[in-house]
């Protein structure tokens, strides 16, 4: 933030005795001078919809949100110290301003005898310390945006008065010297959970009527959206950037620093020509008591009750550090310049107008006349907590404009604000927990379904390996005992042969040798054959008897396995029956998968309500909005209807929607689509993407960035260039993802590209990419060795100032590095820069008229030759001198509106032998 009069206010401490601290004053406190006024705007529902006002109307209460809480507008005024020059110029005039603060009372002079009183809420002298005006005039509203209030804290005086030393002071070097802006935040951060909670930031300038976006200043002209019904003010195409910590806010304000509209005018150096406006949205989750919404019953089911959404407080805080108001004749504005005052000067008025109207109770509010007006309605008269503080300058030449900041300040005081609780139901959170519940319902149905299958496939597999084995033992054991049976036959059968053959001859041969005898002898050999006979019978039949008791035991054996067979079978039925009792409870469990599928489509058909609910109401709240984005297969016909959209809200809409339900893989796949429309705003998407620091790990991690630089490398389209090195530059802020971009070849990439484009604004992004890897110290050789350098200089021959300032700072950061590598014995040596060329344009542009490539240029300049005891700094001090750098550093150390240059410029004379015998030589005094 540029500081007012380029001075110091805790430099004042030193020449005056101090005052007595004044006491905070109480939010609700209203001084003697303050009168209750009519809104700007009537009492209204809440702005978050009609949610609430609906669901206090079905429980027939009224809401505390409907009536509202009375809130004046609480004024300030703060006194800032004479500078140098007043101190000379105003010697001889009298003190205009006497300053009560333990009467909050301001006296100012109107001749030698008169003097006019007047009383604020808060008086500040010029010793009062930023802590001190943090908490007596932000700090009450910050409370009551915490507690889901809206809030305004806006700074209004003359130019040069320390408006933006109020507001925008970051502190760096300085914590006490921290300003509104910069202690809100940390009070913020302090008191919302990031689980939980949500914060995000934009940062604009209304610059001739038009807004611009300072954290993209590409988007120069974001339109203004009223809701016709609450009357709320919202930008859609604004810039939102979530906040994490408190240093990647401040990282925003010096980037909105960087891009506000600024010049040297007679009363300060570096003025603002432009409104600052800091919008902080703050959404909360209300825990651990009822609120108004979550306590109103919609529905008795008990399906909704289940369904309930989580209750969020919205709030927004508005820091406006206006634009100094000025007189002609006194600034000397002239040309451009002179435009600028104009537009400043009516834009003031139309608000002056707007509160002189609320002040007197008119029954007409001017508020259209203006933007500023328009942005500014829910401050004055409206919803918010607002508090001003005006600031006014001790010397007696300004004392008509310090007359009329005060007149301001005491008609300020007269408008009362109707506070109202921001509060809405959060569908969005309700909708990820059901998807998170559907999700695990159908993991568990599966995961039991597919138990159940393998428990069935077991059991099956085992009965059928029982009956296989039964089958197989029972085959065996009864081809066992056949085999068994027909040897034990065979070998009876032989036996008998045997013993017949046997007892044939010796039958025969008796019956030859004994011959005929006589009848008894006859009869005695009939009886003794018919004994051999018997016998042989008898034994054949015990033979047959043996035969028979055992063809009844392998009867007997076989009717044994036949019974286990029986038996086996009937295992195998019992099996079978179990079977179809597992496929019954297998078509049971189909009929439940039925059932809690339908269960599903159910709950399906509750979401997809509460999600039209949800976008009917943001609808409402929001004109212009878009709808819901398709699925995957709806990818292409999305990345096709950017195209035909305008409004920059419109886009961004749609890029989260696309990245939030299609997926990042599938985007960056677009990227090599064959169609050229479909490629450019697919990159579009990305780079959109890659502006938010929790994206850029993803990017990288799914092969983003070797897209990007594949498309630098193949594409001939000059919006694919301009979009990819934007997104390129956008990734190169993360020292990772730095070292990624030079390993893969981004540097040459980047270089080709500058040495080939003609379009200023591909030139920015391709400069702005190559100034952020100039930024890191372990990339300087690489980067100077593959045209890093010689790129940026080749740029200049675009002359458009935003590519100028881009290149600026890529100097400034590759200056910086080899200073600190100097410093740290790592580098010796010749000045790369000076070596490719650059120390001639670094002087021509020293005093270059725009102030963001005047300061890097400053920086770029001390930082070659601040370090006098190397042979590094020894080298780069003589190429400076004979190429003119020398009085650059000399007009610098005396004439830079900033002092932290002056005083490094300073420091670089004077420390540096080479410089000194210079300028002992040329006889200049330092």
Not at 115 to 123: M, R, S
Not at 349 to 367: D, R
Not at 477 to 489: F, G, I, T, V
Not at 850 to 867: T, V, W
């Amino acid at each position: 933030m540029a500081a007012s009069g380029g001075y110091n206010y805790r430099d004042a401490a030193t020449q005056r005795s101090s005052f007595k601290v004044d006491r905070p004053l109480s939010v609700n406190s209203n001084p003697k001078s303050a009168v209750k006024s009519k809104p700007l705007l009537p009492p209204r529902r809440n702005s978050t919809g009609s949610i609430g006002a609906a669901a206090a109307a079905a429980a027939g209460t009224a809401s505390k949100d409907n009536t509202g809480v009375p809130g004046r507008v609480r004024v300030a005024v703060r006194l800032r110290p004479r500078n140098s020059d007043e101190m000379i110029s105003d010697a001889d005039f009298a003190e205009i301003v006497e300053l009560q603060p333990e009467l909050k009372r301001l006296k100012l002079r109107r001749n030698n005898w008169d003097l006019d009183t007047y009383e604020f809420d808060e008086v500040l002298t010029e010793f009062a310390s930023q802590k001190r005006v943090y908490e007596v005039v932000a700090k009450p509203v910050v409370e009551s945006v915490l507690e889901g209030y809206n809030g305004t804290v806006m700074a209004y005086g003359q130019t040069g008065t320390g408006k933006t030393y109020t507001l925008g002071r970051l502190g760096e070097e300085d914590t006490a010297a921290r300003g509104i802006m910069v202690r809100a935040m940390e009070d913020i951060l302090a008191d919302v959970s990031l689980e939980s909670d949500s914060l995000s930031v934009s940062y604009l300038q209304l610059y001739m009527e038009t807004i611009h976006d300072l954290l993209d200043p590409a988007n120069d002209s974001i339109s203004i959206v009223e809701d016709p019904k609450t009357g709320d003010v919202s930008l859609p195409g604004a810039s939102l950037v979530e906040i994490r910590d408190h240093k990647s806010f401040v990282e925003l304000l010096r980037l909105g620093e960087a891009h506000r509209f600024a010049t040297n005018t007679k009363l300060n150096t570096e003025s603002s020509r432009s409104h600052a406006i800091l919008m902080v949205h703050v959404k909360k989750s209300v825990k651990g008591r009822d609120s108004a919404l979550s306590s109103q019953n919609v529905n008795n089911s008990h399906t909704v009750k289940s369904l309930k959404p989580p209750v969020v407080r919205k709030s927004k805080l508005i820091v406006v550090d206006l634009a100094g108001s000025e007189r002609i004749d006194k600034s000397g504005s002239e040309g451009h310049t002179l435009e600028e005052a104009k537009s400043i000067n009516l834009s003031l008025s139309a608000l002056g107008k707007c509160i002189n109207a609320l002040a007197e109770n008119s029954a007409h509010i001017p508020v259209r006349d203006s933007k500023l007006t328009r942005l500014l309605r829910d401050s004055f008269g409206g919803t918010a907590r607002t508090s001003l503080v005006v600031t006014i300058g001790p010397s007696p030449r300004h004392r008509g404009e310090t007359a009329s900041t005060i007149m301001f300040g005491q008609r300020a005081m007269k408008v009362e604000n109707m506070l109202k609780l921001k509060e809405e139901f959060d569908y969005k959170s309700l909708s990820r927990r059901l998807d998170i519940q559907l999700d695990k319902l159908i993991a568990e149905h599966e995961r039991q379904q597919k138990a159940f299958e393998d428990e069935i496939e077991r059991i099956a597999a085992e009965a059928q390996n029982q009956i296989t084995e039964v089958e197989k033992n029972y085959a065996d054991a009864l081809e066992k005992e056949r085999l068994k049976y027909q040897k034990d036959y065979m070998e009876s059968i032989k036996k008998l042969e045997e013993q017949l053959v046997m007892n044939q001859p010796k039958h025969d041969f008796e019956k030859v040798t004994n011959g005929p005898k006589d009848d008894k002898s006859n009869v005695t050999s009939s009886k003794e054959i018919c004994r051999l006979h018997v016998e042989e019978i008898n034994d054949l039949r015990k033979l047959l008897q043996r035969e028979t008791s055992l063809r009844k035991a392998a009867e007997e054996e076989t009717s044994n396995l036949k019974s286990q067979l029986t038996q086996w079978k009937r295992s195998e039925a019992a099996g079978n029956s179990e079977i179809l009792k597992l496929r019954k409870m297998l078509e049971d469990e189909a009929h439940q998968k039925e059932k809690l599928e339908g269960e599903i489509a159910t709950l399906h058909s509750q979401l997809l309500q509460l999600s039209f609910d949800a976008d009917e109401t943001s609808r409402q709240l929001d004109r212009g909005g878009l709808g819901k984005v398709g699925g995957l297969d709806s990818l292409m016909t999305q990345v096709r209807h950017l195209q035909l959209k305008e409004s920059g809200n419109e886009d961004k809409a749609s890029i989260a929607k696309i990245f939030e339900q299609v997926g990042l893989q599938k985007i960056l796949s677009l990227l090599e689509a064959e169609d050229n429309d479909v490629r450019i705003h697919a990159v579009k998407v990305v780079a959109n993407l890659a502006a938010e620091e929790a994206n850029q790990e993803k990017i990288v991690e799914a092969g983003g960035l070797t897209s990007l630089l594949m498309l630098l490398k193949t594409s001939d389209d000059e919006t694919i260039h301009r979009v990819a090195a934007g997104a390129i530059a956008n990734l190169a802020m993360n020292e990772t993802n730095q070292e990624l971009i030079m390993s893969q070849g981004g540097i040459s990439l980047l270089s080709m590209t500058a040495a080939n484009g003609e379009d200023p604004q591909t030139l920015r992004m391709v400069a702005g990419a190559i100034a952020n890897l100039c930024g890191n110290d372990k990339l300087q050789s690489k980067l100077r060795a593959e045209g890093g350098i010689k790129a940026l200089l080749g740029m200049v021959r675009c002359g458009h100032p935003d590519v100028l300032a881009q290149v600026a700072r890529g100097i400034a950061n590759f200056a910086k590095c080899e200073s600190r590598a100097s410093t740290q014995g790592t580098k010796n040596g010749r000045s790369l820069l000076i070596e490719d060329g650059a120390l001639s344009w670094i002087v021509q542009n020293a005093n270059n008229e725009a102030s963001p490539i005047r300061r890097h240029i400053e920086l770029a300049l001390c930082h070659l030759a601040q370090h006098e005891f190397t042979i590094f700094s020894e080298t780069n001090a003589k190429d400076m001198i004979s190429g003119g750098a020398l009085w650059e550093l000399v007009r610098i150390s005396r004439d830079c509106s900033r002092e932290d240059i002056r005083t490094l410029a300073y420091r670089t004379l004077t420390s540096s032998p080479t410089f000194q015998g210079e300028l002992r030589r040329l006889r200049i005094d330092n």
